[in-house]
């Protein structure tokens, strides 16, 4: 079983672009190669080498070929783990079917899905030919830090979008290719970022670090230029990053340790929509006058805090969410300083239920400043 694959690895090696590109049939070829040389019920999972043997493919096509008795393997490149469809050339699928090490991936290559297998590691050299891909889905793999090599992204000069989610890494990957523009790194065990991890990304725009478990990102995001979506959520941070993305559109911070806001925080962020920061340790001693007054914002949810009182916030502001906090009185100078024709708040939805106020706490100026509530819970 074992010499075969390395005979047909071995041919691979010498394979071309051209040698399938004018032939239609190659798809069908490479189907009955894997029916009649591969197939074997009892070994489900076919893989050509294992943990133990260097890996094989470096292998010269001489000693191989001395094996001898079978004829030259059909012409194709495709790993026999994997399927490429001849009508989508620059696609390879090795998704779902229990891999438990990354095959070589050929150089035609833009987009390649290994999710959902057994993968705990990323070998140095795996993508060295492979140097035009684009995507790279790896999320739902049991690879971990150690098991990265040190410069398995550098030569990946073009990469845009790269899914490590779903593995069991403690640790930021890389260095990274500064093309990415979206960054997979959700649930996983990672404990903080350190400030240099995502250094020259100035095309990254969306963010995912969501469920992992840091406590510090100091400032390693404020340098992402092109950063919309940040995802910090269910980790254990107790401080806001130490500067945000002056592009950044949503932040969400929900479900981890924040205290604090520093004053006039998002002001940095002059293009901000969506603030979530519900399941944290907020009080109001953690808060400065301005620390979520930003006139940019239109939904912020602090529910499941400690608050004791309703934080200023902007007149822009259309959704607000405090329930589940401990505020025992409805300022209405948290939502205008000034009320006349022309200064009101614009808030929508206001939810302050779960709190320890009365519907009767409610201001009699409150429906001038609020004007344009529909829906207001106590
Ligand atoms: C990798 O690329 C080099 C140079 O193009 C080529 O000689 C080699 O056969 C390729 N290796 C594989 C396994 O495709
Ligand atoms: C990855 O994490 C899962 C769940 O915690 C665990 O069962 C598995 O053994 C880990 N795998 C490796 C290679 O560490
Ligand atoms: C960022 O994107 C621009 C426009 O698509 C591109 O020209 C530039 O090369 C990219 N930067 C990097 C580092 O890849
Ligand atoms: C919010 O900040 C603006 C200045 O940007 C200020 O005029 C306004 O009074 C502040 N709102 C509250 C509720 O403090
Ligand atoms: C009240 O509204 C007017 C007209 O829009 C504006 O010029 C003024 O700055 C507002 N005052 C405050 C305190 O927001």
């Not at 889905?137 to 979008?161: M, P, W, Y």
Request: aromatic residues 10%; charged residues 20%; contains cysteine.
């Amino acid at each position: 079983m074992q010499w075969v694959s390395l005979l047909l690895l071995a041919g691979l090696c010498s394979l071309s672009r051209a040698q399938y590109d004018d032939d239609p049939h190659w798809w069908f070829q490479y189907l009955r190669s894997q029916q009649s040389t591969y197939y074997d019920p009892y070994d489900p999972y076919p893989y050509p080498y294992e943990p133990s043997e260097p890996y094989p493919y470096g292998v010269e096509e001489g000693p191989a070929y001395a094996y001898g008795s079978l004829p030259p393997p059909e012409p194709r490149d495709c790993p026999q783990e994997c399927d490429c469809p001849p009508n989508f050339p620059t696609a390879m699928y090795c998704d779902n079917r229990n891999l438990k090490y990354l095959p070589f991936v050929p150089s035609r290559m833009k987009y390649v899905y290994f999710q959902n297998n057994q993968i705990t590691s990323i070998q140095e050299g795996v993508f060295d030919n492979a140097t035009g891909l684009l995507w790279v889905a790896l999320h739902g793999n049991q690879i971990t830090s150690d098991k990265v090599g040190r410069k398995v992204f550098s030569k990946l000069r073009h990469l845009e979008r790269l899914y490590l989610d779903h593995n069991n890494l403690t640790r930021m990957p890389g260095p990274l290719p500064r093309s990415l523009r979206e960054l997979h790194l959700d649930h996983n065990q990672i404990s903080r970022v350190p400030n240099n991890a995502l250094e020259g990304l100035e095309n990254l725009t969306a963010l995912y670090l969501h469920h992992n478990e840091i406590q510090e990102v100091g400032s390693s995001m404020r340098g992402l230029r092109s950063l919309i979506l940040l995802d910090l959520s269910y980790n254990h941070l107790r401080r806001v990053p130490d500067g945000l993305p002056s592009a950044l559109e949503q932040l969400y911070l929900e479900h981890n340790n924040v205290y604090t806001v520093p004053d006039s925080y998002f002001r940095g962020s002059p293009k901000l929509l969506y603030v979530r920061l519900s399941h944290n340790s907020l009080t109001n001693n953690g808060l400065a006058t301005n620390s979520f007054n930003a006139s940019s914002l239109l939904e912020l949810d602090l529910s499941y805090n400690q608050l004791q009182k309703i934080p200023p916030v902007n007149t822009n502001l259309e959704n607000l969410y405090l329930q589940g906090n401990r505020i025992n009185e409805f300022s209405i100078s948290s939502f205008c300083t000034v009320v006349d024709v022309m200064n009101f708040s614009k808030l929508q939805v206001l939810r302050l239920d779960g709190n320890e106020i009365q519907r009767s706490a409610m201001p009699v100026d409150a429906p001038l400043c609020l004007r344009l509530a529909s829906l207001i819970e106590i």
